[in-house]
């Protein structure tokens, strides 16, 4: 007897997918035999170097003591960083006072940090902004409240890095976009400006930017007249990551379809409201991966400061090597230092990909 | 220099007036001239590539025009920025590609002209988009963004975008053109609909069921020339021109 034919077709279950350990590593690392041999070799390679590596690191080694303690071990000697912390993150800032940059980087860091939600970006937080940095240049600058004066030339360690990075980056993007929209624009004097802006500064290095500001920018100055050496290094940074940034941004702008523009036009938006509205959110999105690559390095390029005598953490990292008590330890000391700035690092772009995800719309 | 004219009934809404435009050394559009009266519906049909497209952009300064006049509800489109605007305010386009703005909801998309250009106050125009999302029939996707909207659905967003702005006029550049077939006949209701509203239109289309149907005049467009106009009637069963009738024996 035959079944009667149905309307409905006839839904499969999807193939059963192979679990369990096993099935995952025949599926992974054993497919085929180059990747079976990869796998032995890697495995091989982790075996000769990652138990030396515990060992030293954390059986032999020392965490908290004196230099001379140190003398008799084979392991690491972690005890340089606790010993030297306080110099290696605030350096020359005046004994006594050093509550002042740790509020204000704790205070930068919490307004980093609430304003990670996209969401909460309005009129507020800006001006919370405004007053956290008056509070936070307060803090390092002193002069009120009977705090006394430090100047800059003291300000060093991580105050300093995250001050050139933070502000590098912050005041850096708008540039950059400025600068994009300026080489698109069909005035010719704005766009040959901006060309010649840009390529000069891709044309040369930070190292550069930075010596010129510290050294011959000087000269210019009329006789009495000084810039502070910690802002002239600030505004290398900030000018020579804007260049980079806006490239980047007009790879966003030129990735718009005209159709978006004409559509825009049509309802009777202006240029600036076209950009602001439609253009800009769409293209800046289009390039966070690419923005927050140069972000990072600008971020890490900071250390170049030492060249000009500015003590970053890398300098005063450094500082603290070449005290004789604690010589032989580099490796522990930059070891430290990796790790602060792996943190940064994999915080920033770890939110950018989260950003990413919010701010997709399905298309 | 802005040269306004006075509003009367029998003042055409749009004008043009000896129209050419070049596109570099080519010559795209020749000596047109065209009056249309409030409320009129025009349907341009013609080969690709006859400049029809390009000519119902002069009208709101999408493209730019070497000589002669375009004057749109008494402003004359020059180089003017501010009477553009006015002129692109009061002119809804719908595109074949719908355009809409992908970062944006539906609602959103339909409120950004409102209020920007208008100044309406957000509520306001809020209450005016879903009044028209209700009339495309799409309500209940305000919320969403457009690329989870099919073609039939975005099109229709896009029509509704334009009337928010409550303009005097409607372009249309072939906006049934990028569809799927089950999805032409959703956003054609939707313009016949408007077209019994009395809303004044300019439709670029090969559909020839909605000229015959909707149209005041159809036109036909050739290398860059106003071929042929007529009622629909006249047009689709008495051509006057070898051309119109080839091209009618080629579509229909």
Known sequence: ??????????????????????????????????????????????????????????????????????????????????????????????????????????????????????????????????????????????????????????????????????????????????????????????????????????????????????????????????????????????????????????????????????????????????????????????????????????FKDTSLVVIIALYDVLKTTKVTLSNPKWTGYSTEAYIFLAVLYFICCYAMSSYSRRLEKDLHTGH | MTETQPKDATEPIIKIVGMHKWYGDFHVLSDINLEVQLKERIVICGPSGSGKSTMIRCINRLEEHQRGQIIVNGTELTNDIKNIETVRAEVGMVFQHFNLFPHLTIVENLTLGPIWVRKTPKKEAEETAMMYLEKVHIAEQAQKFPGQLSGGQQQRVAIARSLCMHPEVMLFDEPTSALDPEMIKEVLDVMIDLAEEGMTMLVVTHEMGFAKSVADRVMFMDEGQIVEQNNPHDFFDNPQHERTKLFLSQIL
């Open chain 1, 1 to 298: 007897m035959s079944v009667p034919e149905q309307a409905t077709r006839e839904y499969l279950d999807a193939p059963i997918r192979k679990i369990g350990a096993l099935a995952w590593l025949k599926e992974n690392l054993f497919n085929n035999w180059y990747n079976s041999l990869l796998t032995v070799l890697t495995l091989l390679a982790l075996c000769y170097v990652v138990p030396p590596f515990f060992k030293w690191a954390f059986v032999d080694s020392l965490w908290n003591t004196s230099a001379e303690a140190c003398r008799d071990i084979e392991g690491a000697c972690w005890s340089i960083v606790p010993n030297n912390i306080k110099f290696i993150i605030l350096g020359f800032f005046p004994e006594g006072q050093e509550w002042r940059p740790i509020l204000a980087m704790i205070l930068l860091l919490s307004l980093v940090i609430y304003s990670k939600e996209w969401t909460r970006w309005n009129k507020y937080l800006g001006w919370l902004w405004v007053a956290g940095l008056i509070v936070m240049g307060t803090l390092m600058y002193g002069g009120v409240f009977g705090m006394p004066v430090v100047e800059t030339a003291q300000w060093s360690g991580l105050p300093l890095t995250m001050m050139l990075s933070f502000f590098g980056m912050v005041a850096a993007y708008p540039l950059g976009v400025l600068l994009a929209l300026g080489r698109r624009s069909k005035m010719p004097a704005i766009k040959t400006l901006c060309v010649v802006y840009i390529e000069m500064i891709r044309g040369v290095p930070l190292i550069s930017l930075l010596f010129m500001s510290s050294i011959m920018f000087p000269l210019f100055l009329p006789d009495g007249m000084t810039i502070d050496k910690v802002l002239r290094a600030q505004v290398a940074i900030i000018l020579f990551t804007a260049a980079y940034i806006a490239e980047v941004v007009r790879g966003g702008l030129q990735a718009m379809p005209r159709g978006q523009y004409e559509a825009s036009d049509s309802l009777g938006l202006n240029f600036r409201q076209t950009m602001r509205l439609v253009i800009l959110p769409q293209a800046l999105k289009i390039v966070i991966p690419p923005t927050v690559g140069i972000l990072l390095s600008a």
